[in-house]
């Protein structure tokens, strides 16, 4: 368990992360939130990358400070949103680099990496250069690099940006596998990478961070707010002068007629009824509340 108290971060004398505190326990947090939040700084202090300005950090007792850094990097894998590969090294040659800056020892290295490709199931293509990889086996290469140490706590950013769909599916089956025995962090603005894989939600917003249980705490935001309705573009746009709406979804039927799903505070005419909201409906009345 890592615990975070009152955590906080100024660039100058702007606040990126307001006090915040809060527990991260085995499985995946998922830390959603817009451009711009403090994501990436957080993950950054976490990974002792950046001195944070302000609070604690504690893992099983031992205070995160400076005099206890080389046990604290060794606890600590951390995939940045861009990962700094050498294109023209093969996969092998690239995890020996990583396993030496680490202080790991060559017999060590020798063992651990098979172990690691099989772990991210790269093991075919060990001796490729790394510029033959695709976008997702990248990915994963940098997985292989953050756990090569045997971490306990792993912290992502922005994962799936950029991947196809079934890389993306395949990525999230593997953080899910990793997730088993160590605390995972994963900073992501897709609630799609959050519904799922995430066990428990860190929304952030403007430096502020707040923190959900599970992922359903999160998509009840909307209780009560997305409703579902048939009305014509016409109807629709006399509709809009009356109550503020956000449209999720809008399905034409036969007749100059649509279905139309949106996020709004009241019922938007009196045929509307309310539906079942999405985590990612959730998240959008989190977004627009003040
Ligand atoms: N080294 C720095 N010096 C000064 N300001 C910084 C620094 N790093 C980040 N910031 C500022 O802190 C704020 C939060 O940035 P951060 O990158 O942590 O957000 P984020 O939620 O990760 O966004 P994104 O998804 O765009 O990466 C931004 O206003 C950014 O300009």
Redesign the pocket.
């Known amino acids: 368990m890592l615990i975070i108290d009152q955590l906080m971060k100024k660039?100058?004398k702007?606040i990126?992360i307001h006090p915040s505190t809060f527990v991260l326990n085995k499985g995946i947090t998922g830390l959603l939130?817009?451009?711009?939040?403090?994501?990436?700084?957080?993950?950054?202090i976490l990974a002792t990358y950046?001195l944070p300005s302000g609070g604690s950090i504690y893992s099983e007792k031992i205070a995160w400070q400076h005099k206890n850094i080389e046990f604290i990097r060794s606890q600590i894998g951390y995939l940045p949103?861009q990962v700094g590969v050498f294109p023209t090294l093969k996969v092998t040659e690239y995890l020996e680099y990583i396993g030496i800056l680490r202080g790991m020892k060559p017999a060590l290295l020798k063992k651990r990496i098979p172990e690691v490709l099989q772990e991210v199931n790269l093991e075919e293509r060990s001796s490729y250069k790394i510029s033959t990889l695709s976008g997702g086996m990248k990915q994963r290469l940098g997985i292989a690099q953050a756990i090569i140490h045997q971490p306990n706590i792993l912290l992502i950013?922005?994962p799936t940006a950029g991947l196809d769909p079934e890389e993306r599916i395949r990525f999230r089956s593997l953080i899910k596998q990793l997730s088993k025995d160590r605390i995972v962090l994963v900073?992501t603005?897709i609630t799609e990478d959050i519904s799922m894989t995430c066990d428990r939600v860190l929304l952030?917003r403007k430096?502020i961070i707040e923190e959900h249980e599970s992922v359903q705490s999160v998509t009840s935001y909307a209780n009560n707010n997305v409703w579902q309705f048939s009305a014509t573009l016409a109807e629709f746009d006399q509709i809009k002068t009356k109550i503020s709406i956000i449209v999720i979804k809008q399905t034409e039927l036969e007749n100059s007629n649509y279905v139309w799903r949106v996020i709004s505070s009241g019922a938007p005419i009196s045929t509307a009824q309310t539906v079942a909201p999405t985590l990612e409906e959730g998240y959008m009345v989190w977004l627009n509340k003040n």
């Open positions: 660039f100058g702007k990126v939130g817009p451009n711009g939040a403090g994501k990436t700084t957080l993950l950054r950046h949103q950013d922005e900073s603005h952030m430096g």
